[in-house]
């Protein structure tokens, strides 16, 4: 007998991605249809992966069919789909599909549950659905959590059946979370380490912060003992989440505090450790203990000993998470501090340890920078290793520096590097390279983060451009690089320089060295660049950055710049969009050009501004009046006269330039013929005139203009 043919439905291995399923447009009524939740907040993301799967929420409740889906909507395929034209006396397809339905719905008959899982995928599918209103779902959401009452724990933990209680979760009340989370309770660490329940419990520590405490609290001696969840695939990443996005100060301290091993762990049950004191971390427990030297001891070896066992086992992915960056830090911190203000012995034993740590962790630092922690961590080696070991850091991060430069994070491990290192050679071929090449130049450019980067080449730690707290934390590691060790006295707050400093370069010629290596390739930059940079408003910053402080022949530059001005004035279309407009008719390109012309920024505290010793405005006003003003002042009288006379500051600060500084010009001759060609240009009674017209009409600065001209 020939055998039965069959016409079964392709893997989906095989079948290529399911198409997307076409969103039904609501029926109108009197009610809108809910919106979804607000979106959540990710994980800060490592800067050694281009993009990471978003591990926090399964938000495919709400999308596309899955395997699940498929098995609920089986019963409602079209048969006909199944048809195949088959030979004479064969079973036909129809048959077959049937036989194939009928097993199929005894093998899922046999699974445990099948009724209250069939059941509840039944209203699920109602409960979940985009298109009806707020008060039709809250109807099927207390249908669905009548179904699901006292069996949670009996379908969490099923692949397609998971999400019918996330949707619960998502869409239900306080009460029902409450309910769910009871009948949960006792079970956070077994749903931690599930592939589908994880996300269950992660909707529970977001959306009940009334019941965080107690979740987390379940996981204590067994995030790094007993169910090693740090080390587990699937928990380690609800331990992340909870602890960087939704645990609040005392809730981490815990977490962090398995680190410190068990004796700590039955101190803190026992109430003999302060809690005041452990709030602070490893530091504040140590000092509970006082002067017991072998405790503390202890204290650090387990803390070692449990960091050891997440750097030796990369391949899970804990060593990127803030928990560990925070414990590493803490650790870190208190190996400082006994450096600073110990003894001898305590110095050899802190150097010790930190170089151990070290050589455990030095191909992963990569995978740290990206936390506030982690790169504390990273800095601090850098602040007190040798020369070698910055070389080894430098090498390690070499191939993540433009996604460095982009994290706000990870670059001040850049700019820690760029304090500490007396090897600028090295740092030349390391970092600085990579930042100052065209296109990483363009990406910088592009964001706050990466504008910070390109400053921090030529104006380290200015006020201008990083604020107080950057600084500051910047700073941290200055008393290591210099030598300074804090409180050598008994109760002193002051510092006293040991000559013992891990740089031996003063920062002053470092800078230079640093400023000077990276100018050539920034000018040539804004050489081919300029025109298009100086149209938008934080890019004409970098601009003027470049232009005022960094070192060489800056003439390339500045034509460029000035040939953007070169252009008849107004522009024809210049009312639609700023890529149109005269770069005069843009505030920040006329602020550009005019912050050149007066030869610095004018600082508001002092009421005067600040020269750059590295630029000359007077050469940048004689340029300006070759290359904008041509031979008959064109462009630089219509700016003045013509349309919103948007040039008359400009014009102004040019005028000043040749007239206050052309004594120190380095070409006086060429100062003063430049100063005679733009008095003949603008003395004119035409130009005059048409500039005390714009005075009536209200335009701004042409008194300012008018008193200028009059000093030429």
């Known amino acids: 007998m020939a055998a039965t043919a069959h016409k079964k439905r392709p893997a989906k291995s095989q079948s290529g991605p399911a198409p997307k399923k076409a969103k039904k447009a609501y029926v109108a009524t009197n009610e809108k249809p809910e919106t979804t939740t607000a979106r959540t907040a990710?994980?800060?993301?490592?800067?050694?992966?281009?993009?990471?799967?978003?591990?926090?929420?399964?938000?495919?409740?709400?999308?596309?069919?899955?395997?699940?889906?498929?098995?609920?909507?089986?019963?409602?395929?079209?048969?006909?789909?199944?048809?195949?034209?088959?030979?004479?006396?064969?079973?036909?397809?129809?048959?077959?599909?049937?036989?194939?339905?009928?097993?199929?719905?005894?093998?899922?008959?046999a699974k445990p549950h099948s009724d209250l899982i069939s059941e509840a995928k039944r209203v699920w599918a109602l409960a979940r659905s985009q298109t009806i209103s707020a008060k039709e779902r809250r109807i099927h959401i207390t249908e669905l959590m009548n179904v699901v009452r006292g069996k949670v724990k009996l379908i969490v933990f099923k692949h397609d059946a998971s999400r019918i209680i996330?949707?619960?979760?998502?869409?239900?009340?306080?009460?029902?979370?409450?309910?769910?989370?009871?009948?949960?309770?006792?079970?956070?660490?077994?749903?931690?380490?599930?592939?589908?329940?994880?996300?269950?419990?992660?909707?529970?520590?977001?959306?009940?912060p009334s019941h965080r405490a107690n979740i987390l609290s379940s996981f204590h001696g067994q995030i790094l003992s007993h169910s090693r969840l740090l080390l587990h695939r699937e928990a380690s990443s609800v331990l992340a989440d909870a602890f960087e996005l939704y645990a609040n100060s005392t809730e981490r301290a815990g977490m962090v505090k398995e680190f410190y091993g068990k004796e700590v762990a039955l101190f803190s049950q026992k109430k003999e450790v302060d809690n005041?004191?452990?709030?602070?971390?490893?530091?504040?427990?140590?000092?509970?203990?006082?002067?017991?030297?072998?405790?503390?001891?202890?204290?650090?070896?387990?803390?070692?000993?449990?960091?050891?066992?997440?750097?030796?086992?990369?391949?899970?992915?804990?060593?990127?998470?803030?928990?560990?960056?925070?414990?590493?830090?803490?650790?870190?911190?208190?190996?400082?501090?006994?450096?600073?203000?110990?003894?001898?012995?305590?110095?050899?034993?802190?150097?010790?340890?930190?170089?151990?740590?070290?050589?455990?962790?030095?191909?992963?630092?990569?995978?740290?920078?990206?936390?506030?922690?982690?790169?504390?961590?990273?800095?601090?080696?850098?602040?007190?290793?040798?020369?070698?070991?910055?070389?080894?850091?430098?090498?390690?991060?070499?191939?993540?520096?433009?996604?460095?430069?982009?994290?706000?994070?990870?670059?001040?491990?850049?700019?820690?590097?760029?304090?500490?290192?007396?090897?600028?050679k090295l740092l030349q071929k390391s970092v600085i390279s990579t930042i100052t090449t065209p296109e990483t130049l363009d990406t910088l450019v592009k964001s706050p983060q990466g504008r910070r980067a390109i400053f921090y080449l030529l104006v380290p730690r200015s006020r201008r451009h990083f604020t107080i707290v950057q600084i500051r934390a910047l700073g941290d590691t200055d008393n290591a690089r210099d030598g300074v060790r804090i409180g050598i006295k008994q109760g002193s707050e002051e510092g006293a320089t040991t000559g013992e400093g891990t740089s031996k370069k003063s920062p002053v010629?470092?800078?230079?060295?640093?400023?000077?290596?990276?100018?050539?390739?920034?000018?040539?930059?804004?050489?081919?660049?300029?025109?298009?940079?100086?149209?938008?408003?934080?890019?004409?910053?970098?601009?003027?950055?470049?232009?005022?402080?960094?070192?060489?022949?800056?003439?390339p530059a500045s034509q460029t710049l000035l040939r953007a001005l070169a252009i008849p004035y107004p522009a024809s279309s210049a009312t639609s969009a700023s890529s149109l407009a005269h770069p005069i008719?843009?505030?920040?390109?006329?602020?550009?050009?005019?912050?050149?012309?007066?030869?610095?920024?004018?600082?508001?505290?002092?009421?005067?501004?600040?020269?750059?010793?590295?630029?000359?405005?007077?050469?940048?006003?004689?340029?300006?009046?070759?290359?904008?003003?041509?031979?008959?002042?064109?462009?630089?009288?219509?700016?003045c006269t013509k349309g919103e006379r948007n040039g008359s500051f400009v014009v102004a600060e040019l005028c000043g330039a040749l007239v206050g500084t052309g004594d120190v010009s380095s070409d006086k001759v060429a100062a003063k013929e430049a100063r005679e060609k733009l008095n003949g240009w603008l003395s004119t009674s035409e130009t005059r005139k048409g500039i005390e017209e714009g005075e009536k009409d209200g335009a701004r600065g042409t008194k300012v203009l008018l008193d200028a001209i009059g000093r030429l």
């Open 42 to 109: 990710k994980r800060s993301v490592p800067v050694t992966v281009t993009s990471v799967p978003n591990e926090s929420e399964n938000t495919d409740d709400e999308g596309d069919l899955d395997e699940a889906e498929d098995d609920a909507d089986l019963d409602g395929e079209d048969n006909d789909t199944m048809q195949v034209d088959l030979k004479e006396g064969k079973t036909s397809a129809r048959e077959s599909h049937i036989t194939q339905k009928a097993l199929q719905q005894s093998r899922k008959a």
């Open 585 to 639: 008719d843009l505030p920040h390109a006329s602020r550009l050009y005019k912050t050149l012309l007066q030869g610095g920024h004018f600082n508001h505290s002092l009421k005067s501004v600040e020269i750059s010793e590295r630029w000359d405005p007077t050469a940048f006003a004689v340029d300006f009046v070759k290359i904008v003003g041509g031979d008959d002042g064109t462009v630089v009288k219509d700016i």
């Open 166 to 208: 996330q949707t619960l979760v998502k869409y239900g009340s306080k009460t029902e979370r409450e309910e769910i989370c009871e009948e949960l309770k006792g079970s956070y660490a077994d749903a931690a380490k599930n592939r589908y329940a994880k996300f269950l419990l992660l909707k529970l520590i977001r959306l009940l």
């Open 276 to 424: 005041e004191k452990a709030g602070k971390g490893l530091s504040g427990v140590l000092e509970t203990f006082g002067s017991d030297k072998e405790k503390k001891a202890r204290i650090l070896a387990a803390v070692k000993e449990n960091l050891a066992s997440i750097f030796n086992n990369p391949d899970k992915g804990s060593v990127r998470h803030a928990i560990v960056h925070c414990a590493t830090w803490e650790y870190l911190d208190v190996l400082a501090r006994m450096q600073d203000h110990g003894n001898e012995d305590d110095v050899k034993e802190a150097e010790k340890l930190r170089r151990d740590l070290f050589e455990s962790c030095t191909e992963l630092l990569p995978e740290m920078v990206h936390t506030r922690d982690g790169s504390r961590v990273v800095r601090e080696f850098l602040a007190r290793g040798s020369a070698k070991d910055r070389k080894i850091i430098l090498k390690a991060v070499k191939p993540h520096i433009e996604r460095m430069c982009l994290d706000d994070e990870a670059q001040m491990v850049l700019f820690t590097a760029m304090d500490v290192t007396d090897d600028t």
């Open 509 to 555: 010629v470092r800078q230079e060295e640093i400023r000077r290596g990276s100018s050539e390739a920034l000018l040539k930059w804004i050489e081919e660049r300029g025109a298009d940079l100086v149209r938008e408003a934080a890019e004409s910053l970098v601009v003027g950055e470049i232009m005022l402080y960094a070192e060489g022949d800056k003439s």
